[in-house]
Nanobody, 115 residues
């Protein structure tokens, strides 16, 4: 069992930056693929970025060049560095961990991009 807790969300102006953290407990995350998803009001949850156990990364096109996912297995934490934020990035951001048939979610953290 893995528990995930996101932090780092908040209100930021367009063009600003935030760094989200996802702290895991209950098990080490080194064998897990990790991802960040987001869900805006009235929209489906979408995958934003993933990082495999081997640290390969992939991003949705809309955040490429602006967001960076990284992991620190020693700290059992995954990060999402978000730069050049846009109003359309406003959403609840969720952390996800997966390994074979196991799939875990955090409770989410709100990111609001507004002037």
């Amino acid at each position: 069992q893995v528990q995930l807790v996101e932090s780092g969300g908040g209100l930021v102006q367009p063009g600003g930056s935030l760094r989200l953290s996802c702290a895991a407990s209950g098990s080490g995350i080194s064998i897990y693929g990790m991802g960040w998803y987001r869900q805006a009001p009235g929209k489906q949850r979408e995958l934003v970025a993933v990082i495999t156990a081997g640290s390969s990364t992939n991003y949705v096109d809309s955040v490429k060049g602006r967001f960076t996912i990284s992991r620190d297995n020693a700290k059992n934490t995954v990060y999402l560095q978000m730069n050049s934020l846009k109003p359309e990035d406003t959403a609840v951001y969720y952390c996800n961990a997966w390994f074979r048939t196991y799939n875990y979610w955090g409770q989410g953290t709100q990111v609001t991009v507004s002037s």
